[in-house]
């Protein structure tokens, strides 16, 4: 397999196992250090996947070059998984997280997961239950970095 720089799977269908098992070849054929754009929004993924793409990289050599990760219209209701990839993904510029069912905890977790590391460029929460304590949380992550 060539190495990919971007890959989408969006509308795929897939199931949390379906992209456990995809971002695995790609970690095996040596294709995801180079990877810089992650498409898997509108799909039936859910926490498994999360579980399975922070192991992933836990266990890669090379953290992937990620500037653009697409998880959008998920139900990947687990922040602290997800904060806990975010903090890895070093070179992270893009991050779409609309329509995943956080809530304002979740939003809170999620800023705080965004240190002086992340150069986050554009976020996108739309189609989130947030109330004015989570977007305020935001606000107060990204004036600090």
Known sequence: ???ARQIVFESCNLSSQNAAYILELFVFQNTFVNLMHLNLGNNNLNEHALISFSTLLQQSKEIPKLTILQLHNNRLVSPPILA????ELNTLLVLNLSGIGFQDRGIEILASSISHKNRIEYLDLSNNYLTDT????ICDNFHQN
Do not use: N, V
């Open 1 to 3: 397999m060539a190495r």
């Open 84 to 87: 806990s990839i975010i903090k």
């Open 134 to 137: 989570g977007l305020q949380s």
